[in-house]
């Protein structure tokens, strides 16, 4: 007798062509949520994202609004008794800036290799459209295993700004057993993996002022102290010699990764020369007592991710700057907080900010870090899925990035999230040519349908 999931995974490559063709135009929208003059593009793609669920068979799909960009509801609850699975994701996309770097237009998608490139093609339109294709199989059987519900929202790439507030006023209809959150990605396509952490983010403006006006620097320049010097000072005073953050109290909460997870980050592949051949650097650079792949998720950092001063046009301008700034990010680990980081800067800037400048913080976003339990079912049954898929057994790891709807579902449905997905280090999200692997997004579509029979009581 047939398996009912295979029936399902059969569905699912015999429509791969389909599929593609969905995730396609699906890129074609050019939903960058951090730009006013896209604001209708992203209400396109949320009102596309809508229609297509309720093509598939999900119910009561509504594009929700917020004080910003919608959120994508939709649900299927027609198997009482049976888990129900909170679907996360977010449709919107980065900038693709800078266009003339592309190989071909961002939002014009094309296969090139077993390669879909596009803006968002792996951030995070293909990890939508692969779980909405699972369950879209899964539906075909006529048994389905479990209820479905989703939430799709427009402003992850922007902090997720009003995805709190959402979540808190409609935590009640958001109530799942398990949240299926695929915004994590793999480590590599012949490595599944699933992540079982997340480094919290507290992000920043620090701004120095000088004097009242931008000065000419040959009638000024000797007795006015340069705000881009001073902030550029400043900044570089933020870490030691050995690449530990400088801020007071910045370590004294940081939970250090135990045993056990050092000894699991052994399997991981993430060594000295992957993160060379990843980034182009010529030489690696930080905490020397942790190991590269320790340093970009066990452990905190800050990173200047930004700055801005004086004249940056074409051209001389001889000038000493009124004004410097440059934004922040600060990445946490378990029991390190927010607020508490924004304290310590206030501190380090007080401490050692000279008083030829004046200086403020402003407090961008934040969110908590995560620590999922492996012991969690939904956790077995993805990786088990995984291991059906790829033929072997995942490698369990905390990622670097922060994702604020896990913490949120966390605090506000007590949902606690499985973690995956099938984008790779890679894909260059964020950055052009952005582009997802066809042969992995498949094997992603795959291990869902898996993962969803997996939970069937």
Same mark, same amino acid.
């Given at each position: 007798?047939?398996?009912?999931?295979?029936?399902?995974?059969?569905?699912?490559?015999?429509?791969?062509?389909?599929?593609?063709?969905?995730?396609?135009?699906?890129?074609?929208?050019?939903?960058?949520?951090?730009?006013?003059?896209?604001?209708?593009?992203?209400?396109?793609?949320?009102?596309?994202?809508?229609?297509?669920?309720?093509?598939?068979?999900?119910?009561?799909?509504?594009?929700?609004?917020?004080?910003?960009?919608?959120?994508?509801?939709?649900?299927?609850?027609?198997?009482?008794?049976?888990?129900?699975?909170?679907?996360?994701?977010?449709?919107?996309?980065?900038?693709?800036?800078?266009?003339?770097?592309?190989?071909?237009?961002?939002?014009?998608?094309?296969?090139?290799?077993?390669?879909?490139?596009?803006?968002?093609?792996?951030?995070?339109?293909?990890?939508?459209?692969?779980?909405?294709?699972?369950?879209?199989?899964?539906?075909?059987?006529?048994?389905?295993?479990?209820?479905?519900?989703?939430?799709?929202?427009?402003?992850?790439?922007?902090?997720?700004?009003?995805?709190?507030?959402?979540?808190?006023?409609?935590?009640?209809?958001?109530?799942?057993?398990?949240?299926?959150?695929?915004?994590?990605?793999?480590?590599?396509?012949?490595?599944?993996?699933?992540?079982?952490?997340?480094?919290?983010?507290?992000?920043?403006?620090?701004?120095?002022?000088?004097?009242?006006?931008?000065?000419?620097?040959?009638?000024?320049?000797?007795?006015?102290?340069?705000?881009?010097?001073?902030?550029?000072?400043?900044?570089?005073?933020?870490?030691?010699?050995?690449?530990?953050?400088?801020?007071?109290?910045?370590?004294?909460?940081?939970?250090?990764?135990?045993?056990?997870?050092?000894?699991?980050?052994?399997?991981?592949?993430?060594?000295?020369?992957?993160?060379?051949?990843?980034?182009?650097?010529?030489?690696?650079?930080?905490?020397?007592? *942790? +190991?590269?792949?320790?340093? =970009?998720?066990?452990?905190?950092? %800050?990173?200047?991710? !930004?700055?801005? @001063?004086?004249?940056?046009?074409?051209?001389?301008?001889?000038?000493?700057?009124?004004?410097?700034?440059?934004?922040?990010?600060?990445?946490?680990?378990?029991?390190?907080?927010?607020?508490?980081?924004?304290?310590?800067?206030?501190?380090?800037?007080?401490?050692?900010?000279?008083?030829?400048?004046?200086?403020?913080?402003?407090?961008?976003?934040?969110?908590?870090?995560?620590?999922?339990?492996?012991?969690?079912?939904?956790?077995?049954?993805?990786?088990?899925?995984?291991?059906?898929?790829?033929?072997?057994?995942?490698?369990?790891?905390?990622?670097?990035?922060?994702?604020?709807?896990?913490?949120?579902?966390?605090? *506000? +449905?007590?949902?606690?999230? =499985?973690?995956?997905?099938?984008? %790779?280090?890679?894909? !260059?999200?964020? @950055?052009?040519?952005?582009?997802?692997?066809?042969?992995?997004?498949?094997?992603?579509?795959?291990?869902?349908?898996?993962?969803?029979?997996?939970?069937?009581?």
């Amino acid at each position: 007798m047939t398996d009912v999931r295979d029936i399902a995974i059969h569905y699912a490559h015999q429509n791969r062509d389909r599929f593609l063709a969905d995730l396609k135009d699906f890129v074609r929208i050019p939903s960058i949520s951090t730009l006013e003059e896209y604001k209708p593009e992203v209400l396109r793609a949320a009102l596309w994202l809508a229609d297509h669920l309720r093509s598939i068979g999900i119910e009561n799909v509504e594009v929700m609004p917020t004080e910003g960009h919608p959120v994508v509801y939709g649900e299927w609850l027609k198997r009482p008794g049976a888990p129900t699975v909170l679907i996360y994701g977010h449709y919107d996309v980065q900038p693709p800036d800078p266009v003339e770097e592309w190989q071909s237009p961002p939002f014009e998608p094309v296969v090139r290799q077993d390669q879909l490139f596009g803006r968002g093609a792996s951030d995070m339109k293909g990890q939508v459209m692969a779980v909405v294709s699972a369950v879209e199989a899964a539906l075909k059987t006529d048994r389905m295993p479990v209820n479905v519900k989703f939430l799709i929202e427009g402003e992850e790439e922007i902090g997720s700004a009003h995805l709190e507030d959402f979540v808190k006023k409609h935590a009640r209809k958001l109530k799942a057993d398990v949240c299926l959150n695929t915004d994590a990605g793999m480590i590599g396509a012949d490595l599944p993996s699933i992540t079982y952490g997340l480094r919290g983010l507290a992000y920043m403006e620090v701004r120095v002022y000088g004097p009242s006006k931008d000065l000419h620097s040959g009638l000024f320049g000797g007795v006015v102290h340069n705000p881009a010097q001073a902030l550029a000072e400043l900044i570089a005073g933020m870490h030691d010699k050995n690449g530990r953050v400088t801020l007071p109290g910045f370590y004294e909460k940081a939970r250090r990764p135990s045993r056990r997870e050092r000894e699991e980050y052994k399997r991981l592949p993430t060594n000295d020369k992957f993160f060379l051949s990843h980034t182009g650097v010529p030489k690696l650079w930080g905490e020397p007592n *942790y +190991t590269p792949a320790e340093r =970009v998720s066990l452990r905190p950092t %800050l990173e200047v991710n !930004g700055m801005l @001063s004086g004249w940056t046009a074409p051209g001389g301008k001889t000038i000493i700057p009124a004004y410097a700034m440059a934004k922040i990010s600060c990445r946490l680990v378990p029991d390190q907080r927010p607020a508490d980081v924004f304290k310590q800067m206030k501190a380090y800037l007080k401490a050692k900010a000279p008083k030829t400048i004046r200086w403020e913080v402003i407090e961008m976003h934040s969110s908590e870090p995560v620590i999922v339990d492996l012991a969690h079912p939904a956790v077995n049954a993805m990786a088990d899925g995984l291991e059906r898929v790829w033929g072997k057994r995942p490698v369990f790891h905390r990622e670097g990035g922060s994702i604020g709807a896990v913490i949120y579902l966390q605090k *506000y +449905t007590r949902v606690d999230s =499985v973690l995956t997905g099938f984008g %790779l280090p890679d894909d !260059g999200i964020h @950055s052009p040519n952005e582009h997802l692997h066809l042969p992995t997004w498949q094997r992603g579509i795959d291990t869902v349908i898996h993962f969803l029979f997996n939970l069937e009581k």
